[in-house]
């Protein structure tokens, strides 16, 4: 299978499978359009990557014949997958796409599983996934670009999301945090 269908089919399968995740654990009434994942910016990335995959094809097509350099992207691609939805599962009704505010009942501190590991999996899972992608596209350009921005918006969403744990949980987020890192690279 080529690299674009490869691509194509990671990107459906990562959004149903995060919408039929979020159904199975939060049920039907709690789900919605935001369990897809899919913004405005997230779909002109994507285009961005799909024309610098067709433009390189088209003028550098020795770009495109790098199997080992596309191969390295699958197998980020799936890391990243399996990462992520292990968080989603080990979650349960912990986990959920929008940032928690305020302390519901069910919500409870997960340090156990993949959590063991890093704190934020869902976030490394979907860094090395989306990265992944355009690796295995053999888009430099995409590469990078995926790779700050997605970095960026983990570098600014962890420290907002981990206000609200510290809130939660206190003292034991606190050891959590202190034992455990983010899973995003230079993010504390």
Request: proline share 4%.
């Amino acid at each position: 299978m080529d690299p674009l269908s490869q691509f194509l089919l990671a990107i459906l399968f990562f959004h149903s499978s995060e919408y039929i995740l979020a159904a199975a654990i939060h049920g039907m009434s709690n789900v919605n359009v935001k369990s897809l994942l899919v913004s405005k910016e997230y779909v002109l990335a994507m285009v961005f990557a799909l024309l610098e995959y067709f433009f390189e094809l088209l003028l550098f097509p020795g770009l495109k014949e790098h199997f080992w350099v596309s191969n390295l992207g699958l197998a980020m691609l799936v890391v990243g997958e399996i990462v992520r939805k292990l968080a989603i599962v080990t979650a349960g009704r912990s986990f959920t796409h929008l940032i928690r505010v305020y302390h519901e009942d069910h919500h409870k501190l997960v340090t156990s599983g993949v959590y063991a590991f890093v704190r934020h999996p869902s976030y490394c899972g979907f860094l090395i996934w989306s990265v992944g992608t355009q690796i295995m596209l053999c888009n430099p350009i995409a590469t990078v670009g995926f790779a700050v921005v997605v970095w960026r918006f983990f570098a600014a969403r962890i420290p907002y999301e981990e206000y609200f744990l510290r809130l939660f949980f206190g003292a034991d987020y606190e050891e959590y945090a202190r034992r455990v890192p983010s899973g995003v690279p230079f993010v504390m």
